[in-house]
């Protein structure tokens, strides 16, 4: 209904606007009307989109609604548009009805009649310039909508290729754990532990499978699990080891070179890594050996168990991650 009074309105006003200016301006406001609504179709679509990304891209679905936040009240300033040309249709109605009156010679009328169509005139300039402005506006939005929806896609399917990194590792290290259960198994649970956390593999030996109290000799039932565990760890070369040395926090009471119970930590984590390198063939490079004292105890109280309990050398197995840095890092 509104369009038949609009290029009604078009009929009449042939007489006052030149027909050519004002086909073109109400050509222009109907091909924004549809842009805006191809464009609205797409920031639902793009809406759509965003709902599938990963925590990773939460900063950029924000940025995602607040374009579509601006495109919202570019349609409403475009609807609001509309509505001003239908009053200007009204008003074009009545200066036509003042120039019938001119036309039987009312000078005072035709005075009236000129200042509303000069400015009836400027307002429709006013708005067609509004209009313009916001189909420029328009267009820049839908080009950032596409542009954030390539570089969502792309993160996404980073995301999926990190997820496949870090599955394929997590698979390494569960068929590792198990390789090492099989090896170690009169061990296990007998002095050892096997465990799995955070992506790696702790291998836990209390002292009393290793060592004499005060000493860093590994013992013979030690040194043949550790046998075991290096035969593992030289068919597995994309496993990093760290084997970290951890007493309980009585005063060390030895004598000789080693002073207190960082350098007794120290001393057994070095023995146990000099013993896994002539048990096997495996690339020094790989072997990490640390001290840790008392400080990082499993049970922090004081009972005789608790001690126990801590005084253990753990040997960390943890895949290669260069892959996963490597991909981390890329821009």
């Known amino acids: 209904m509104r369009?038949?009074?609009?290029?009604?309105?078009?009929?009449?006003?042939?007489?006052?606007?030149?027909?050519?200016?004002?086909?073109?301006?109400v050509?222009?406001?109907?091909?924004?009307?549809?842009?805006?609504?191809?464009?609205?179709?797409?920031?639902?679509?793009a809406e759509e989109k965003y709902n599938e990304l990963t925590v990773s891209t939460d900063q950029m679905r924000k940025d995602m609604e607040a374009v579509k936040r601006d495109t919202s009240v570019m349609g409403r300033s475009l609807r609001?548009?509309?509505?001003?040309?239908?009053?200007?249709?009204?008003t074009y109605r009545e200066l036509l009805d003042v120039n019938d009156r001119?036309?039987?010679?009312?000078?005072q009328d035709a005075e009236i009649l000129r200042k509303k169509y000069e400015n009836k005139l400027s307002e429709l300039h006013s708005l067609q310039d509004q209009a313009n402005q916001l189909k420029t506006s328009l267009g820049e939005k839908e080009q950032k909508l596409?542009?954030?929806?390539?570089?969502?896609?792309?993160?996404?399917?980073?995301?999926?290729?990190?997820?496949s990194v870090i599955n394929r590792k997590d698979s390494v290290v569960r068929e590792l754990k198990n390789k090492?259960?099989?090896?170690?198994?009169?061990?296990?649970?007998?002095?050892?532990?096997?465990?799995?956390?955070?992506?790696?593999?702790?291998?836990?030996?209390?002292?009393?499978?290793?060592?004499?109290?005060?000493?860093?000799?590994?013992?013979?039932?030690?040194?043949?699990?550790?046998?075991?565990?290096?035969?593992?760890?030289?068919?597995?070369?994309?496993?990093?080891?760290?084997?970290?040395?951890?007493?309980?926090?009585?005063?060390?009471?030895?004598?000789?070179?080693?002073?207190?119970?960082?350098?007794?930590?120290?001393?057994?984590?070095t023995q146990i890594v000099k013993l896994l390198l002539n048990?096997?063939?495996?690339?020094?490079?790989?072997?990490?050996?640390?001290?840790?004292?008392?400080?990082?105890?499993l049970d922090p109280s004081n009972s005789d168990a608790a001690k126990k309990k801590n005084r253990r050398t753990e040997i960390i197995l943890t895949p290669k991650l260069d892959e996963l840095y490597q991909m981390l890092n890329e821009k």
């Not at 369009?3 to 301006?25: H, M, N, Q």
């Not at 013992?219 to 040395?245: F, H, M, S, Y």
């Open 102 to 107: 001119l036309n039987k010679g009312n000078a």
């Open 27 to 45: 050509a222009k406001y109907e091909t924004s009307v549809a842009e805006n609504k191809v464009l609205k179709e797409k920031a639902m679509t």
């Open 3 to 25: 369009k038949i009074i609009i290029f009604s309105g078009i009929a009449l006003l042939a007489a006052c606007v030149p027909a050519r200016k004002f086909d073109e301006t």
């Open 80 to 90: 609001n548009l509309t509505v001003n040309y239908d009053q200007l249709d009204k």
């Open 279 to 297: 048990s096997a063939t495996i690339d020094a490079k790989r072997i990490t050996a640390s001290g840790r004292g008392e400080f990082f105890p």
């Open 180 to 269: 090492l259960s099989a090896a170690l198994l009169g061990f296990e649970n007998n002095g050892l532990t096997i465990t799995m956390k955070d992506g790696k593999v702790y291998v836990s030996l209390e002292n009393q499978l290793l060592f004499k109290s005060g000493s860093y000799e590994v013992d013979e039932k030690g040194k043949d699990a550790l046998r075991k565990l290096a035969k593992v760890l030289e068919q597995n070369p994309d496993i990093n080891v760290t084997v970290e040395g951890h007493t309980d926090a009585d005063k060390f009471a030895g004598s000789g070179s080693l002073k207190d119970n960082w350098d007794l930590s120290v001393m057994r984590a």
């Open 146 to 163: 596409v542009r954030m929806e390539g570089e969502l896609q792309t993160r996404e399917k980073r995301v999926k290729e990190l997820e």
